[in-house]
């Protein structure tokens, strides 16, 4: 089945109402339950008959520049992001989409294709990707975006949003290439995590964001004692 949804996807791109059926199908099939996306990475992997699924959403993103439709760009986004995170041992090509895709996500200029909440959504299922966690942080100055992001939340009430940035926070905690944008005091992350409860007291938000404290703290003392070591 999913051999032809993505096939209909990378081939007749002209029928707006198909293309909207096949990544809501998709979509709902891999909300439905995750575990489904296996069957895309099998495909994806196929020496046979291999679906480059990965390869076949990017470039249908791409495609959107033109038509500029939101809840398709929203769609194919969401999926893609969720096929990438579940891929283990991308080969070259598909890791560079995986880098392009996310690289793209991050970019002003696709703002009218993509919600915020929708980005950061994709972005949370990214991070748990090792490579792409440390290119966010380290080469696409990702903290400054989810700065921004805190900001936003804090001006304007956007409980999804909120979450989505705290989530990306607690995930990139973990690795010690993200502590010194945790100390940087220009960034203010934490003073503006801490602000986010001033805001929200929904479970969700509450629970994400004492998480990133409990792991956040725990990092910068232990990185602190070693060094004094």
Known sequence: MFRALFSILDTIKSDKNLTMWVLCTINGILEDQRSHVNQIIHNQKSMSKQVDAIGILYRFLQDQLIEENVDKCELAAHSLSIIIQAHKNASI?????????????????????????????????????????????????????LQGWLVDCIKNKQDQLAYNTLAILWIVSFHDFSLEYFRDFKLMILENVSKVLDYYNKEKIVRVTLMLFEVSSFLLVTHDCVRRA
């Not at 703002?111 to 080469?139: G, H, P, W």
């Open 93 to 145: 090509t598909e890791m560079q989409n995986s880098l392009d895709f996310m690289t793209w996500l991050l970019e002003d200029n696709n703002k009218k294709l993509l919600s915020d909440k929708c980005r950061t959504a994709c972005l949370v299922q990214l991070m748990k990707n090792n490579k792409l966690a440390y290119i966010f942080v380290e080469k696409r100055n990702g903290f400054h975006k």
